[in-house]
């Protein structure tokens, strides 16, 4: 092994620099936290957000029910202390994707203000951007969805502490978006976000893309 | 809001797919699981890789003790399921980032095999890349070193349950690869990493890097 060889590997003592980092890959992370009642469309604008700065080549990443619940909190239930350490680890897991530079979307009824501020505490702590987004549908517009039937399930008392029925949703008082999901389309609630985020400087691609 | 507005927003109904996410990224996820004695030169190893990989273009971030325990598993102390529970929650974030399209490189000392194997499952059931880095100097160097002065403190029954003193660590049987760093440089280290990552096809650099 000469020392030639390594002359194309660049690094130094001790951790990488958040600004080393991002500048080297030409990028921003930051979190995006989607709140909103069930059936409120959080999950189908994270997702075509995440689509459009995936093919804009901003590494996104949404964190949801699907790729968490089953993983990393299968081991939680749903009684007020497994629902805030759900949303605790979450929001932890986001900011290490911020730090990372992704723009990590979070995407869960995450419905108490307190569990909520903890989170954008937490990332303003490190100097992390937290961008809350009220996906703001009322609520019969959210019911008479009702694509999965839950809400007809709460109804009839199958379902217990449903956010809406007869478990709180603490609206947010001051989103950085608020997203009128019952009036606005899919891409207006894209057009909203991503205008948002240009004049914030934040889903910088790389310089290739 | 015209729809001419809408026309460099690209999207489809449904989650994006790993491939249309890494392809559109010029990317390629996978976990770096480092594995070795307290010493052995876990840290400064995947320190230097992550910073030579970002220094390419290619997306990295590295979960040790700094980012970890402190945050999402401060919650957890050093009870043998407390230990384990620690390695499938890094192993669940890991998995995550890898589908993110980020080289994950995890640093802890994950002793025992069945939590790694456990984590090796959870990437090969969804098709995801993980890569054991055995990071392999004698206990003898280790302590020789004691950075921390813990190997001190173990000896003297300060500590309990250290690994290599009264604990076992268990080594890899067919780790991917295996760095003797008790007597290779950490340049070498990095580029033996880095030439069996290229040689995977992995650690794609954007378009632009």
């Known amino acids: 092994m000469t020392q030639q060889k390594s002359t194309n590997i660049t690094w130094h003592e001790g951790d990488i620099s958040r600004t080393e980092r991002w500048d080297a890959l030409t990028t921003s992370g930051a979190t995006l936290w989607f709140t909103g009642l069930s059936g409120s469309g959080k999950s189908t604008v994270a997702c075509a957000l995440e689509q459009a700065l995936i093919h804009r080549g901003v590494f996104s990443y949404r964190l949801d029910g ?52 903890a989170v954008r505490a937490l990332h303003a702590d490190d100097g992390l951007a937290f961008i809350e987004v009220f996906v703001d549908a009322p609520l019969e517009v959210c019911e008479s969805r009702d694509v999965k039937g839950l809400y007809k399930k709460a109804r009839a008392g199958e379902i217990k502490g449903f956010t809406g029925i007869d478990d709180p949703y603490e609206a947010p008082g001051s989103a950085e978006i608020t997203l009128r999901t019952g009036d606005q389309s899919v891409a207006e609630s894209v057009e909203q976000m991503l205008a948002y985020l240009d004049s914030k400087g934040l889903a910088r691609a790389g310089a290739g893309a």
């Open 66 to 117: 699907d790729n968490v619940r089953h993983g990393l909190n299968k081991n939680l239930g749903f009684s007020a202390e497994d629902r805030a350490e759900n949303i605790r680890r979450i929001g932890e897991v986001a900011k290490l994707f911020a730090d990372a530079g992704v723009v990590a979307l979070s995407s869960f009824i995450s419905p108490y203000r307190a569990d909520r501020d």
